[in-house]
């Protein structure tokens, strides 16, 4: 999917959402008795209208043994192709490596995009940048507190680690095939990022449990396509627990959408 | 297995070498068909006594399909308990992602360590510290080009991102459950590198096929419990491919194994 097809979504649905589909067997509804294919196909069929992309993150089908990956694949072909999908997997390894993890989501899995770890440099990063039609989300700044142990330190003096993955990375790849993964828990901190990358698409975790401030981040971060993919995962996937656990779900996603639509025509260029 | 184990096996079969089991079935022996379990199984049998531990990469065996991970666990499996198992991943997530990552390595997979990544800071890193008898190998300085964009910048003005990510993880994890991954390119570097953590392990990726400097990486990182596993991958893997690759492979791991066994001679203190 290119970035002018995600825009057209993106207004035609007057939402940026992507949601997030981290399923614990642990926390889903009793009545799914672990079965995560099922609850995933609940939450999609819920969410469709509301939502451009859905992110799992690979580390929820590791925990669900060797069969992991096949729920993941079912999972992508499940969701189909009018949404933007993301392997969240910050893989990044020596280039001949990170070719490898670039097929398998790009090729077995049929992603749209896969997030990418930076601390390797350049030869980690531009073997998924080699696929036409697909998307680097390369980590820049995330909202998590080990954030502050290296990220926001300055490199040589001059930028911090974050920023200057930014810039570099920016050599790297266009805003057609590159976004960055954006944190969310300081708003003001959005019109930093903007200006260093001002046409890339930022993915911005950490709006709900992980708190954060969706009014701020548009106002701070918007560009004129967007360029923003605001996540939720559990807010939206354990928004209930009974029978009706999709429509509770939806609910969530429809508040979320409700305040992106809200904001986009306050803060869309 | 913890520490005292490890340098045990090393004195023993006088070497402190680790296989890297990164297999592509397009640089197999023809005569294998692609059968990657085959071929890890007959390398395996070739090296049991010549090296301490094993190195599979997932990248490889996500390579293989929606049935990599069994083969990765299948060839865990048949490695046994003698030999300390690393699974290649470099993971990374927020804390409560990450204990997924962790619980896959250790528990489903059954290995005794995983290679992470030091981007996202301490609570991405501690949950793999969490699991007793386990070993958390960081990434701190690796030898492919790209770490010259991130990782030898200095951070706020003092250490370089490298030294920085191990005089902080040296405060998370002790020297019985953290381990770093240090490149060979620069002999002389590991001078520096040991007096940063004069008692962990350093995995040492780079000798063979990235070149690097066996008898330099011993002389400078050497520790009195040797505190090397040096990796070698591609020099063993593809040292023949014919009917008898078994016998190449096990030729170019009792070369480095004989090197090996001559630096702890000279070297261990």
């Known amino acids: 999917m290119n970035r002018e097809a995600l825009f057209e979504q993106i207004q035609r649905k007057q939402s940026f959402l992507c949601v997030g589909l981290d399923a614990d067997p642990a926390k889903m509804p009793a009545h799914l008795n672990g079965d995560v294919l099922a609850f995933n196909k609940a939450i999609i069929d819920a969410t469709r209208d509301l939502c451009v992309a859905y992110k799992p993150n690979t580390a929820f089908y590791e925990a669900l043994g060797l069969d992991g990956m096949r729920i993941l694949k079912e999972t992508i072909d499940y969701i189909g192709d009018e949404h933007f999908t993301i392997v969240d997997a910050k893989r990044g390894d020596i280039g001949n490596t990170s070719r490898y993890y670039a097929s398998f989501a790009f090729n077995t899995l049929g992603a749209d995009s896969i997030t990418v770890a930076p601390y390797m440099g350049s030869d980690s990063v531009k073997p998924f940048l080699e696929y036409d039609g697909k998307w680097t989300i390369l980590l820049a700044l995330t909202s998590n507190k080990g954030s502050q142990d290296f990220q926001h330190a300055s490199q040589d003096g001059e930028q911090p680690l974050y920023a200057k993955v930014m810039t570099r990375a920016a050599e790297w790849g266009t ?65 209930g627990d009974g029978e009706d656990f999709a429509d509770k779900s939806r609910a969530a996603a429809q508040d979320l959408q409700t305040k992106m639509a809200s904001a986009l025509k306050k803060y869309l260029p």
């Open 175 to 239: 805003a057609d095939q590159l976004m960055f993964v954006c944190g969310a828990t300081q708003a003001e901190k959005f019109a930093e990022l903007r200006a260093l990358t001002p046409d890339y698409f930022f993915l911005v975790p950490g709006i709900g449990a992980q708190g954060g401030d969706l009014e701020g981040v548009c106002k701070f971060g918007m560009n004129d396509h967007c360029g923003l993919l605001v996540n939720s995962s559990r807010g939206i996937l354990y928004a």
